[in-house]
């Protein structure tokens, strides 16, 4: 078993930054990829941004120039840091570990981006 735990939502203002984490810890023999999704009030989850094992990451469109995803291995935590928010990122962002032959989900953290 593997557990998510996720720290780092909260409520921010336009323009502003968070830093999302997301620490991994159980029975983890090899980590092929992190990454976070996120889900607003309405809509499907959507992607974030990921990371491989090697280091690869791989953004959505609304995300880059503006979020950076990162990963510490020997932590097997993964980050999210997020410049230049806007209300539209306002959502319940998810965690998400691939195994390989399993994935694992962490419990979201909301992230409020308002005035």
């Known amino acids: 078993q593997v557990q998510l735990v996720e720290s780092g939502g909260g409520l921010v203002q336009p323009g502003g930054s968070l830093r999302l984490s997301c620490a991994a810890s159980?029975?983890?023999?090899?980590?092929?990829?992190m990454g976070w999704y996120r889900q607003a009030p309405g809509k499907q989850r959507e992607l974030v941004a990921g990371?491989?094992?090697?280091?690869?990451?791989n953004y959505a469109d609304s995300a880059k120039g503006r979020f950076t995803i990162s990963r510490d291995k020997a932590k097997n935590t993964v980050y999210l840091q997020m410049n230049s928010l806007k209300p539209e990122d306002t959502a319940v962002y998810y965690c998400h570990v691939d195994l390989g032959r399993v994935d694992y989900w962490g419990q979201g953290t909301e992230v409020t981006v308002s005035s």
């Open positions: 990371i491989t094992s090697g280091g690869s990451t």
């Open positions: 159980g029975s983890i023999f090899s980590i092929y990829a």
